[in-house]
């Protein structure tokens, strides 16, 4: 009886700290236009484990469905900066940010407001 009672306990304990398959998150990514859009979700979809991810032009939120047993959200983030978008948690290097098209360089005001004309 004592080991059935420790099985339970064990299988329980599993369960309870089993990965979430379909973690939701949502961050704020740096980001103009539609080509910004595409370059961002491109990234996320790189990263093995990312199911879902759309980024809004007009909010700069990414939301993101991923399977925790594949990957997290400090990885994705990167992916992200590595294709030269910021995020609040991590700036892409200047060498990212220079490989993006012209009319995606957001960190420029005039840019932004060229944008904001649309």
């Known amino acids: 009886m004592k080991k059935l009672i420790l099985v339970l306990l064990m299988i329980a304990t599993t369960v309870t700290f089993?990965?979430?398959?379909?973690k939701?998150?949502?961050?704020?990514?740096d980001g103009v236009c539609m080509m910004c859009k595409?370059?961002?979700?491109?990234a996320c979809f790189k990263t093995k484990g990312v199911k879902?991810?759309?980024?809004?032009?007009?909010?700069?939120?990414?939301?993101?469905i991923f399977d925790e047993n594949k990957t997290d959200l400090a990885s994705i983030e990167q992916n992200v900066a590595n294709v030269g978008h910021d995020t609040k948690a991590l700036k892409a290097t200047d060498e990212a940010y220079g490989s993006v098209h012209d009319c995606c360089k957001y960190r420029d005001e005039e840019v932004q407001d060229?944008?904001?004309k649309d």
């Open 18 to 22: 089993a990965q979430d398959k379909n």
């Open 24 to 29: 939701r998150a949502s961050l704020e990514v």
């Open 38 to 42: 595409s370059r961002i979700e491109k």
């Open 114 to 116: 060229d944008h904001k």
């Open 52 to 64: 879902s991810a759309i980024w809004s032009v007009d909010t700069h939120e990414l939301k993101l």
